[in-house]
């Protein structure tokens, strides 16, 4: 749900919004409850992982992908803001997690930065050598509930699973636009 205060820690209270992060808190649920047999459990928040060959239904690779076929992208969301994370970042904090997480504990990882996308957008300008617009959609059309802010604390992930990302937005952002074959400036 809506976080009451950014960034976001492990103990922050949960609310659900929809029925895809509902299913995430009742696994969660599950793994920490004493139902369970599995003998370590280890639990990680993962933060807006993006990179090559995502989901075209997320936003990055929706604009990038979008920016091959035309030079006009449509965004719902645009004041609304997410933690973006590079994927090898994510595999790095999952194998670390896997190897130096406690037991029966909860680890955040993403970058620990607050990116809207409206800057997002400013950003895959700046690397692209293409110019496009941006036509903004009324968000009534959305067909889902959307949290409007999200930030990770990954103190606790930095502290105990010796973790930090290091790839940047944007060469996060060169690199899938280069492996998608669009035209990345590198000035």
Partial sequence: G???CLPINEAHPTNPVEVYSR???DAEDLLLSEL??????????LFNTFGPKQNEFMIIPKILNKLKRSRTIEIKNFYSSRDFTFISDMVNGNFLAGLNGRNREIYNLGSGNETSIKNLIHTIKDILKIDFSVVIKNLDYVSHNTVKRSQADITKAK????WRPISSLKDGLILTSKILGLPVDLN
């Fill in 23 to 25: 299913s995430k808190k």
């Fill in 2 to 4: 809506e976080p009451m």
């Fill in 159 to 162: 502290k105990e699973l010796l």
């Fill in 36 to 45: 369970t047999s599995i003998k370590k459990t280890i639990i990680v928040r």
